[in-house]
Structures are given as structure tokens and as C-alpha cells.
């Protein structure tokens, strides 16, 4: 204990001295002059050293090793705070805790503005990755844009979602540590001229290009402990010409500087529109900014230690996280002909063994295309490269099927004849990898026996699952610290490395004061979440009443839609059948929809005027609230998880690739209404029949009714009377009374014309699902004894489990660990 103390002590003098010196000499302020953002500055740059001390230990171990390394790219992270976290996973969070700062260290903590950097669950997979690789002493670097506006910042005006820059970067984050040393030119554009040699081969040069430069920031990422610190890779586009001054002279002053804006437009926003010929320009120029700056710095660190590409394998795996990154193959294959001298046979061979791909889409038109046409004005030699690919690889599969000319097509890489040709990224992406991974079990057999059957066929070896996880550290640890300081009273902290042992807490369920105790934590989070809901949303909710909670991007598939028709049926049960509830409800809803995407954001529309109706209906007498969070981002849901009693996974089965929220609600004893969908069977596989609760059609059901054409909407509509006066309402005024014209008509038609995701189908047995959870919440001291079942069984979703898993499976990678 001494020992203990000693060390805090010491951490914390480091501290104090630290903040003091940054407050004096990098803001310039005294403490008691300072604002709480100033010293949220100061406390991380504080914070920082100690993060930097260990990250030049850890490069020293790794290059002591020479070990294998990771590099992780993708197009989105979204890490969320850090001066949390990184104290936590320090062990320096007490010792900072211990100092006399005279001032409230949670509005500290809560001044950190959300880094921009992702939207939705592929970046904060992307983002627990990282940490669980940091944690487990894994050689990994994650490569990615350094967005300056991220997606946008979503407002909520009279009920329509409205999209607003996201100014992150506004001021320089103390987080980033910029590597100017480290800039890389990306060409882009031009020609290529072919040159036929005296040996008869023919070589390509890239001409007359524009020119890109990639400025590198560096994030730092803590493992648990502090042993390990590896760092995210970012990047950030200028151009090579700041100022042209001969135009500025004769008066051409925004022509001047237009080469720079236009440049550096390529790292400003996330996923910019596709809509018309100019975003998709702008897409596929990030995309290949990105992956060619992270290919040009992996084989620059590689060449400082080795010197023969043709053991690049052997040192380097590079893991596409999704589709965006694919360029990164015709980009190494570049790479090793054009610039150092390769035959094509070699450079294939050795591309092959370097690169892994993760699907995490079951949508066939969610898989990326890019129009010939833009890829060849963008990238002219990548083109002819993924040409060649294409050429050789069908040449293989003709040799193995030679009749079968479906087969060709199918599997091709060009997608088309003539002006309409498209490349496609998913095919790209499996023929160029040695590894193919879904990311749950059902998704994963699906990828096989549905979305990519030609593939799984000749390379069945290929093709593996594994099932994404979270980091226990951020979700469970820091952001429901109270719950965790009752998990480690009772069982220790080995959990927080190891979430299996979170099954000791079964014992625990029948435990009355420990049920009582879990319950009283589960009810302050409610009242937090509340206060916020109040202060944001302007809407009183009652922290006892039940908080059913969907949170997640908005898409059609997700089904949103299913859950605010449910209320719709419940407001109309309480108004119009005097129904008397089971239990009091409150609705929670966040997420932002593409700013591209009209149903989707007609969605928000329809739930915020629901929730208009419903909550300022005296008939109602607060048995139901309903509210929209707006602005969907990781500190909001830091807030969110541990309050919720219903976790809504409720995608159209076999359309949700796994989902991590679901994860992150189960870990913090929240009770799943879900479909057989994603991650969602493992889910009730591991917390038990009994504490999930399970709706809808299954996957086979559904294929089986699409391919038969057997599924008519109308049947639902006519043969329910609760199902049609929903429906109704969507096609009337009901929820837009004071608005010009039927605004939901367009949902209503939809479903009842289509029905893709089988909103229909499912909403009966949904409905009944719902008015079972009502009964179920009743009797609270058996809910939440249900609840910590969740909790205790939940081991096996760490993100920790899932790279241990890459790591050994596909990566060959094994931990560096400080003696």
C-alpha cells in the first residue's frame, strides 16, 4: 500500500508541475485566470507527456524485436474524448483526482470537444481496435484522414434534421502531435505513357500529375497500464503552391490561392456527397489520398529496417477495414513495378500475402462502385493495374469453369459494357487479400452463402468469422465508473483485461443487496441521462419510468420506422381504446442519417412530430415521452448505454452485419429486444433465452419470400386493425396537422408498395414483444436480476477476445511485451 501511494504521489507532483508549466508557458495563463477549456489544454498536454514517455518506450521495444507490424486502415475512427481515457488506462486518473486544481474536474473532463473523425460503428469499432491492440502489447498503427469537419453537426429545426459543420479542429487538438518530417507527395491525374524496352516488356510511367501532399498527425493510443502506447496515423491535404503570384499580380486574387482550396477540401469532410460527379471525384480522392499516404510511410519504415520488398510479408499486414481502403492494393501493386522494377508474377505474389479484408455489409447495394470513368481521369495507371488484375484472375476462374460465363460476370472486378463500366471495390478487395472476415457468425456464413457464394467456392480457405467486440475500458470502466467500482468491490479489476470474468457476478444476481445496489447505480445513470435529454431536448422524462433505447445511424434496414410505428400504436391504445399501460415508457432516440439520404431523414422528421403529438397529449398523462437526441456522438453516448433498460436491435434479419452497440447496452445490464440478426443469436447464446427478448422473421424466411416473391404488405394491412390505423395515419395529417401537406405519405407508400425490410411483417409480433417488456419491467427486483445476468455474461464481447483472435488467425502477430 505504501508502495502505492508512493507512486500516485509521484504522479501527481509530475502532474501538478506539468499542468502548471503548460498553463505558464503554453497558454500563457495563471490557474485562477484560466477557463475551464484552458485548463482541459494544460491537464492534457500534461497528460501527454506521460502518454509520449511511454510511446518511445514501446517504439524502442518494437524495434529491439524487429517484430511484425499491424497497420489498420480505414476511413473513419471515431475515438471519442481522450483526456478520460488516456488518464485511465495511464493509471494516473486517482493521482490527478488527488490534486487541489480548485476546479470541477468533470466539467474539465466534459469541455473536450468530440474529434470529428467517424460517424457510426465501422469507425468506433475502428477506434476500440486500436485500444485493445495498445492493451493486449500488439504492434498496430491505425491510417486514416484527419478530417477537419468530420460529417457534420446535426441540429434538430422543427423536426427535419439540419446538417452543420463540425469545427473540431477549430483550434489545434492537444492530442495531435503534427510530423511535418514525415509529409508525402500523392500524385493524382494525368497520363500515362507506356514505353516498350528492348526485352520486349513494356513499363508505365505516371505523367504530368497534379500533386497532393500529406501532412501526418499522430495520435497516441494508452493500453491498458500505460506499458503499451501505439498511435493513429492521420493525415491532413495541402498543396504544393500556396499562393500562385503571377495570377494574384494581374488581379486574379481567388484564382490565385483556388489550387490550395481545392486541394485541401480533400481532408475537410467526411463521406461528402455522391450525389453528383463532383463528390464522387472528392470520395475516390480521399480514398486514394489516404491509402497511397499510408502505403508511401509503411514501405518508408520498412526500408529503414529491411531492405528487400520481397519479405514485405513477413514484417507488414495491412487489414482493410471495409471496402474503403481497397486503392491501397493497386497502389503497393504500383509501388513494386513502377518505382522499384518489379515483374507483375512477384508484385502480385507478395500483395496477396500482405493485405486482409473485413466485410461488414450484407447490402449488395451497399458494396462501393466506382464509375470507370472517374477512376480514369482520378487515377489512370490504378485503373490499368486493376485492369490487369482482372484480366489474370479471370483467366484463372475460366480455366476452372470454363462455360460458365454467369460466373465470369459475377465474380468480375469491371462491372458492365461500354460508358456504364464500374469498378467493383468488394471484388478488388477479395481477390487482392490472403484473408476474408465477416464480423459475426450469421453474417459471416452469409457472406458465403449468399452475398459472395463464387468467391467462397474456389477459395474457401479464405473466408473466416470474427466477431467484433468493445473495449471494456471505455465502455464499462470510464463511462459507468460507478458500476465498475461495484463489479471490482465484489470480484477485483481483472475484468477490465479480461471480460470473461465477469461471469464470477452470476452469483451475485440473487444477492439482494447487491441487486439493490446494481439497480440504484442503474437509476443515477437514468437521472444523468435525464438531466441531458432536459437540457438538450427541452423534454422532462421521468428517471423511473422504463428507457427504451435506440441509438445507431439512421437507415431503413436498422428499421427505426418499426419502432416509432410501435409507438404510434401505443399512443393510439392509451387515447382511442383507453388502454391503461403496464408500465410508464420513455422512448430514446439518436443517430444521423446521410445528408443525402431522404427517407431516412423523413424518419427523424416522423419521430420528432411523434414525439411532438404524444408529449404534450394530456390524454397521454405521461405513460409515454418520446425524444430525439440530436447530434449522435461518443460522449453522448458515454451517457446514453448505462442508462438504458431496452437495448432496439430490431434490423431486418440477415441485413446487420453484427453491431456493437448492441454490445455495449448488454455490458452495461441493459435487456435486448432484437431479431435474429448480427451479433444479436451470439448475444442470446451467451446472456440466455430468458433475458433477451426475441422477434421477427429469420434471415432464411426472408430470402426464401424474396425469392418466391410471396410477401405482400397489403395482407398485413388488411388482416390487423391495429397495423392499418398506423399505417393511416402515416397517410394523413395525424402528425403534421399544422404543416403544409401529408409529409409522411412517402413512408406510407413506400411500405405499402415494397416493404424491402419487411416493416410489416415483423410489426405484430414487435408490438407484442413491447407490450411483454411492459408486463416484465413491472417486477423490478426479477428485471434487474436479469439485467446483471447481461452484465456477468457479456465476457465474450470484448473487443480484446476479437483482435486476439486477428492477431493469431490472420495476422500472425504476437504481443511485444514491456518486461
Known sequence: MNKISASMKENSAKLAEAIERHLKYSIGKRLCEATKTEVFNAVALAVREFA???MF???????????KRIYYLSVEYL????????????GIYDALRQLDLDIDLDEVFDTEYDPALGNGGLGRLAACFLDSMATLGLPGFGYGINYKFGLFRQNIMNGYQVEEADSWLESASPWQLERPDRTLYIPLHGRVESIHNADGTTSHSWVDCDRLIGVPYDMPIVGFGGKTVNYLRLFSARTDRTLDITTFNEGGYMQAVEKKIKSETVSKVLYPSDAVDAGKELRLTQQYFFVACAIKDIIRRYLEKEGDLRKLPEKVVIQLNDTHPALAIPE?????IDENGMDWDQAWEITRKTFAFTNHTLLPEALEKWPVSTLEKVLPRHLQIIYEINKRFLDVVSAEFPEDHDKLARMSIV???????????????????FSINGVAELHSE???TNLTPDYFQIWPNKFNNKTNGVTPRRWLLSSNSELADLITNKIGDDWVTDLTKLKKLEKFAKDDAFVEKFAEIKLNNKKRLA???????????????LFDVQVKRMHEYKRQLLNVMNIIHEYYAITKDGVKPSCKKTYIFAGKAAPSYTMAKLIIKLINNVA????????????IKVVFIPDYKVSVAERIFPAANISEQISTAGLEASGTGNMKFTINGALTVGTFDGANIEIREEVGADNFYLFGLRAEKILQMRAENSYNPWDYFNNNSNIRRVMNSLASNAFCEDEHGLIFKPIYDNIMNKDYFFVLADLEDYMNTQRQVAKDFLDQKEWNRKAILNTARSGKFSSDRTISQYAKEIWNVKPVIKD
Open 415 to 433: 462491372e458492365g459494357e461500354g460508358d456504364h463500366k464500374m469498378i467493383r471495390m468488394a471484388n478488388l478487395s477479395m481477390v487482392g487479400s
Open 79 to 90: 475515438i471519442g474524448r481522450s483526456l478520460e481515457n488516456n488518464l485511465r488506462n495511464l
Open 446 to 448: 452469409l457472406i458465403k
Open 332 to 336: 503497393l501493386m504500383r509501388t513494386f
Open 57 to 67: 518506450d514501446t517504439s524502442a521495444r518494437y524495434e529491439k524485436s524487429n517484430t
Open 52 to 54: 509520449i514517455d511511454s
Open 531 to 545: 438531466k441531458i435529454i432536459q437540457d438538450r431536448v427541452g423534454v422532462t422524462v421521468d428517471p423511473n419510468s
Open 612 to 623: 411532438k403529438v404524444v408529449n404534450n397529449d394530456p390524454a397521454v398523462k405521461d405513460w
